[in-house]
């Protein structure tokens, strides 16, 4: 059995959710995505965001982040605008190809 709980773990991660707001996790499923995810992150070479990660496994890693609020599940509306701003901050810092990426994805909405 996994500990945290899935309830536990929904609980944790939709804690900082507004009342009166969708809640960022609504299924296991959600969970179990963004927990691999995550996982598969550690996995690539991220480093864990808890201490005494060393000899546990990726997925319980990337559970036990989700539920201390290391990790952050965003919402598609979430994510689009976080991709967006790092665009807008690479094209401030001077990169070419971030503002050809971002040009292009204008050209692709119109």
């Not at 991660?13 to 927990?35: F, K, W």
């Not at 000899?55 to 598609?76: C, H, N, R, T």
Request: charge should be negative; proline fraction near 5%.
């Amino acid at each position: 059995m996994l500990h945290p709980s899935y309830t536990d773990l929904i609980n944790a991660v939709n804690s900082e959710v507004e009342p009166g707001e969708q809640p960022v996790v609504q299924s296991r499923y959600s969970i179990v995505l963004a927990t691999s995810k995550r996982a598969r992150q550690i996995i690539g070479g991220d480093e864990p965001l808890i201490a005494k990660a060393a000899g546990k496994k990726p997925l319980s890693i990337a559970v036990q982040e989700l539920y201390e609020g290391k990790v952050k599940i965003l919402g598609d509306n979430d994510a689009e605008e976080e991709e967006e701003a790092k665009a807008i901050e690479a094209a401030a810092d001077g990169d070419p190809e971030a503002f050809e990426t971002e040009a292009e994805q204008v050209e692709e909405e119109e």
